[in-house]
């Protein structure tokens, strides 16, 4: 069975005690993962340490903590920013890549994105490379192509062993903090067209690659979406925030 994950992604949120308060709780769940499901906590810069020294202390092996970004460029003079190797030399293991928010405010192209995964994946890390289109897209039912574009101009650079290590979160950004889910139907039918988009450049690797939902999944929608065959859990924004959401969220991996 494909990897189901249920990632949390804190965005900007959070002080250092708040943030610790919420993984401990979390941590301290009394949950026994299957073998094939994880647990992902993207959590802001200056708690990865932190996060990562809580969750060793736990001695959880299918837990993970995961940067919200990485930079395109191996080190050197980037004032600001955070590079893969910094990331690996510390113990994370993810990297959110794509997210919308960072293609609307900070102008991350498909282009700069495939630079992105090539680094993330030359550090060892699993990249979470988001998709989605805009409400105006899927207004106008072109939503499909769209979202495949993203996915051939920053993934079909990648060999088989590369794309292996990738998870791909479709997250339709009219969904992404509104309250708006899409319906099951409306996941499903994006999530199987991206496995056949994958499928026609890498065959039968597509049933290997996790893809997640992300827009709006909480407590309450979260079985009913994950439950879809080609839903391989979620990226969770805002619902990640409180232990109890997370939990359930947790609990409905299938
Ligand atoms: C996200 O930002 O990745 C996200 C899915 O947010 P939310 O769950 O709040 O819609």
């Known amino acids: ?3 189901q994950i249920a990632a949390a992604n804190w965005k900007m949120n959070l002080t250092l005690g708040q943030a610790e308060k919420l993984l401990d709780e979390v941590l301290a769940i009394d949950w026994t993962p299957k073998a094939h499901q994880e647990v992902v906590f993207a959590v802001p810069a200056p708690y990865l340490y932190p996060a990562l020294t809580k969750l060793r202390a736990t001695g959880r092996t299918q837990v993970h903590i995961s940067s919200q970004n990485a930079y395109s460029e191996k080190s050197g003079a980037y004032t600001g920013e955070t590079s893969a190797e910094m990331l690996q030399s510390i113990g994370v293991t993810h990297v959110i890549l794509g997210h919308s928010e960072r293609r609307e405010y900070f102008g991350e192209t498909d282009h700069v994105l495939a630079k992105k995964l090539d680094i993330a994946l030359a550090h060892g890390l699993t990249p979470i490379f988001c998709c989605g289109e805009p409400l105006t897209v899927r207004e106008a ?5 769209f979202v495949a574009k993203q996915i051939e101009h920053s993934l079909f650079h990648l060999d088989d062993a590369q794309l292996r290590k ?3 979160a479709y997250e339709p950004i009219w969904a ?5 889910t899409a319906t099951s139907a409306q996941a499903q039918e994006m999530h199987a067209f991206l496995r056949s988009v994958l499928a026609k450049k890498y065959g039968a690797t597509a049933d290997h690659i996790s893809i997640l939902y992300g827009g709006s999944v909480k407590a309450a929608n979260a079985a009913e979406i994950f439950a879809c ?4 859990g979620g990226l969770v924004g805002g619902a990640s925030l409180i232990a109890k959401e997370f939990e359930a969220i947790i609990r409905a991996l299938k």
Request: hydrophobic residues 35%; without cysteine.
């Open 1 to 3: 069975m494909r990897k």
């Open 141 to 145: 039912g072109t939503q499909n192509a």
């Open 166 to 168: 990738v998870v791909i």
């Open 176 to 180: 992404i903090g509104t309250g708006k």
């Open 229 to 232: 065959p080609d839903v391989d």
